[in-house]
T-cell receptor, first 109, second 116 residues
Framework: KNEVEQSPQNLTAQEGEFITINCSYS?????LHWLQQHPGGGIVSLFM???GKKKHGRLIATINIQEKHSSLHITASHPRDSAVYIC???????????FGTGTRLLVSP | NAGVMQNPRHLVRRRGQEARLRCSPM?????VYWYRQLPEEGLKFMVY????????ESGMPKERFSAEFPKEGPSILRIQQVVRGDSAAYFC??????????????FGEGSRLTVL
């Protein structure tokens, strides 16, 4: 069993829909990251959080430390949100990240 | 303020050759991380460096791979005698602080190595 599990693996949505991607982890962590990767492209860090909730534009990330679970929400989804979203955790004092396998999101017009 | 710069973006090597991948961290960042993404697989940590020091190389293959981050210049990931299984995307990230819940990570665009 992977230390970091994401669901769903693949997600299709219509433009404007509310999207949720889930991440569960099995180890104690010091921080959790949500990353975005476009096909053939680089990686963009969306959020780094260790408690509570963070919001940036249409993106919201939450984490429940007791339940070892985090969610990434996208409101009013748009085709340009189509990408792979990756959850990663650190359980050391630095960014030795353990990654989930990613959620491939496709938003259709 | 330029982001994390990696070069080359694409590199093709024949089996047995050497590959050198460079990473210039963001200005003011002294912590560099290398991660590898094998085809159809997830990302994996390789090595964590600070200026002139390797802090954690537990994710690096024991043979043929080495990394450095000199006092001056970019961090370099070196792969000697490449094999087809080394074909992957190699990502560099940098941060200004070491702390895993304080040092925000900034990623480069990656270097995609193809071994023929």
């Amino acid at each position: 069993k992977n230390e970091v599990e994401q669901s769903p693996q693949n997600l299709t949505a219509q433009e404007g829909e509310f999207i949720t991607i889930n991440c569960s982890y099995s180890v104690g962590i010091s921080a959790l990251h949500w990353l975005q990767q476009h096909p053939g492209g680089g990686i963009v860090s969306l959020f780094m959080l260790s408690s509570g909730k963070k919001k940036h534009g249409r993106l919201i990330a939450t984490i429940n430390i007791q339940e070892k679970h985090s969610s990434l929400h996208i409101t009013a989804s748009h085709p340009r949100d189509s990408a792979v979203y990756i959850c990663a955790v650190s359980n050391t004092g630095f960014q030795k990240l353990v990654f989930g396998t990613g959620t491939r999101l496709l938003v259709s017009p | 303020n330029a982001g994390v710069m990696q070069n080359p973006r694409h590199l093709v090597r024949r089996r047995g050759q050497e590959a050198r991948l460079r990473c210039s961290p963001m200005k003011g960042h002294s912590h560099v991380y290398w991660y590898r993404q094998l085809p159809e697989e997830g990302l994996k940590f390789m090595v964590y460096l600070q200026k002139e020091n390797i802090i954690d190389e537990s994710g690096m293959p024991k043979e043929r791979f080495s990394a450095e981050f000199p006092k001056e210049g970019p961090s370099i990931l070196r792969i000697q005698q490449v094999v087809r299984g080394d074909s992957a995307a190699y990502f560099c990230a940098s941060s200004s602080e070491a702390g895993s819940n304080t040092g925000e990570l900034f990623f480069g665009e990656g270097s995609r190595l193809t071994v023929l």
